[in-house]
């Protein structure tokens, strides 16, 4: 536990190294319990798999872990224990798991009993697939009536379920080597999570069609496995690990394009707190202000009245956006507010507006909630806004927006959210998830072409959860799914993190681009909640500075041979070129960057750091 975790992740609780299994070219990493980097002959085949207990609200339990006994021998390893959880009321829920693996097969079986009853959302098993290699490549899926289907896995995000029924799937992890994953015990189906930003298909249990929550009876033990079979038809099996040392190589790529403007949100709640931080928000200079405004919240026309005043301090651009609340007609409603904003003396330069029920997440075989027709939605704005830009979308995540898609032809731009600790809030899951980012970005190019495009805000604590009732509260800084605080945020992580995601979105050829908010949770600035002395800027703070500065500066393609692990990319501007590169791991990074003519050729990169390098051309 030292500064330097503090440093880097905003709290001195590290986590725990996973343990290395391996059985001949078979290895897998064992973290609180499940595997995850499940990689043949240095090949990651899949991204996880996991025994997962999810609450009413898809929080995901962490049980307490006894009785841990692993054996790792030559070509086999073997891991036991039981796992014990306690839900609301004081019941129970145990779980009793091994894991076997040999050089071509993985075996993870699992009984779950509870003695008192016990409510979930979902208990079973999770598996997940990587996207990388594997978008778009051919599978077979066997059904559990045993029908077979030839089919591929997406390549565009599937807005729902693209495999249901299924008792296997198999897929060339390399040329000359199928992996079979079969799952017994259940029935299982297939999301693309891609719509979350997570990296990965999932194979989950029990069909969502199903009725959730539901409750485990009391003294029935379930019973699941999971086993993944590998065929390896090569004549030649050369192993095809890379040396430790392998140095990250960085040059340039053709793709070239604008830098985005970069936005900041602010809420009502944290007006008063960015009136106090003028001086920063200066020194940020942000191009786009977004103003959050939802009436069903109890926001008023008193919290207008503060975001114009914080309008005449900004010299940039603002954007008010509003969730509808729809409890009248949207006519009205929008009238009201437009009466509110003008008496205010708000002025946005636009408007972008969202039915508010549309926040909460429609599940495959849910009822849509009521709601006008967005065609209608959309011309109240335009009624009620005469000559502001309207834009729509969604005011959560591309999920929503995938599933809802808007009328483009009443828009003047498309904008929607992401969140990286929907389902997973471990370090290397949330930084995975700038992996999914180009996908959806491709995704939404795919629905409304070349549209202009924002996305944001987009950070890594939640700010609002359309999957269930509330966000969860993290009082003790952990590193929790769906919290709305992560004390991350104050660390170098986010910093990382937020060039990564300004990188892998560059394709996407952002209008703009909001990461962050000034102050409080979502902020730049560590409010007095936070384990740190008031008003002090978060690391957080220089990337976004620095993005907002290259606001329309032209960028140029830098192709990393590790993307995961280290992004670059080439800026121009009048004052010449620079590499700006990020570290995206608890590692110092070697990097060759040669190649992009720098003029220091061999750099290291400190864990979660970025870089500024002068180009000599």
């Known amino acids: 536990m030292t500064a330097d975790a503090f440093q880097l992740y905003g709290t001195r609780d590290v986590e725990a190294p996973p343990v290395q299994l391996r059985a001949g070219r078979l290895e897998a990493d064992l973290a609180s319990g499940n595997l995850r980097n499940i990689r043949y002959d240095g090949i990651e085949v899949l991204r996880a798999v996991s025994y997962l207990v999810r609450d009413r609200d898809w929080g995901t339990y962490s049980p307490e872990i006894t009785d841990l006994k692993i054996e790792d021998s030559e070509g086999y390893f073997e891991v036991s224990y039981r796992a014990r959880l306690e839900g609301p009321d004081r019941t129970e829920l ?29 208990c079973g098993f999770c598996i997940l697939h ?41 897929h060339t992890a390399m040329p000359g080597v199928t992996v079979e994953c079969r799952m017994e015990g259940d029935t299982f189906e297939m999301e693309d999570q891609r719509n979350w930003s997570d990296a990965s298909y999932k194979t989950y249990v029990r069909p969502l069609a199903l009725p959730w929550p539901y409750r485990i009876a009391i003294d029935e033990p379930a019973g699941q496995r999971t086993s993944l079979i590998i065929k390896d038809g090569r004549v030649s099996q050369s192993s095809r690990h890379a ?61 207008l009245r503060r975001f114009a005043e914080i309008a005449t301090i900004h010299p940039g651009h603002t954007t008010l956006e509003i969730a509808l609340p729809c ?31 549309d926040r909460q997440s429609t599940p495959p075989g849910s009822q849509w909630p009521d709601c006008p027709p967005l065609d209608e939605v959309y011309a109240a704005a335009h009624a009620a806004f005469p000559g502001i830009r309207i834009g729509g979308g969604m005011l959560s995540y591309f999920t929503e927006l995938n599933r809802k898609r808007v009328p483009a032809r009443q828009l003047g731009f498309v904008s929607h959210c992401t969140n990286p600790i929907v389902h997973a809030a471990d370090d ?19 629905i409304y072409g070349d549209m202009p495009y924002r996305i944001g805000p987009s950070t890594i604590p939640m700010r609002q959860n359309p999957y269930g009732s509330r966000t969860m509260e993290n009082p003790s800084g952990e590193r929790i799914p769906m919290a709305n ?4 945020q104050n660390g170098r992580f986010a910093e990382a993190f937020a060039l990564g995601y300004a990188i892998r979105v560059l394709d996407a050829h952002l209008e703009c681009l909001t990461l962050s908010a000034l102050t409080g949770p979502f902020g730049l600035i560590a409010d007095g909640d936070e384990p740190m002395e008031r008003a002090l800027p978060r690391p957080l703070f220089n990337t976004v500075r620095t993005l907002s500065r290259l606001t329309g500066a032209v960028w140029q393609e830098c192709i990393s041979t590790a993307p995961a692990e280290f992004l670059a990319v080439i800026v121009k501007d009048g004052s010449g070129s620079t590499l700006y590169a990020v570290n995206l791991t608890s590692k110092t990074q070697r990097v060759d960057c040669g190649a992009c003519g720098a003029e220091a050729m061999f750099v290291e990169v400190a864990p979660f750091a970025t870089a500024t390098l002068p180009l000599i051309h």
């Not at 006519?331 to 009201?336: F, I, N, Q, Y």
């Not at 290397?428 to 190019?445: C, D, K, N, W």
């Not at 605080?485 to 991350?488: E, K, M, S, V």
Request: charged share 25%.
């Open 94 to 122: 145990t779980i009793d798991v091994r894991i076997a693996g040999t050089t071509d097969r993985l075996d993870f079986e699992a009984e779950a009993i509870s003695y008192t009853g016990f409510e979930t959302n979902r």
């Open 130 to 170: 990587p996207i990388v290699g594997v978008a778009g490549m051919s599978a077979i899926v066997e059904h559990v009536d045993g029908t077979i289907e030839t089919t591929r896995f997406p390549d565009l995000i599937d807005p729902w379920q693209p495999f249901k029924d299924m008792r296997a799937i198999t």
């Open 243 to 303: 040396s430790p040392n392998d140095m990250i190589r960085l040059e340039p790529g053709h793709r070239t394009g604008v830098m985005p403007a970069i936005g900041l949100a602010i809420t009502p709640e944290e007006a008063e707190a960015t009136l106090a931080a003028r001086e920063a928000l200066s020194e940020i200079a942000p191009k786009e202000l977004i103003f959050h405004f939802d009436p069903g919240a109890g926001h008023s026309g008193d919290d």
């Open 327 to 357: 409890r009248q007609s949207p006519s009205t409603e929008a009238a009201d507010i437009a009466r509110l904003m003008h008496s205010a003396g708000l002025k946005p330069d636009a408007i972008m507006v969202s039915p508010s029920v």
């Open 428 to 446: 290397l899951s949330v930084m995975q998830t700038l992996e999914a980012l180009p996908f959806i970005t491709r995704s939404v190019r795919a």
């Open 485 to 488: 605080r992560d004390p991350r």
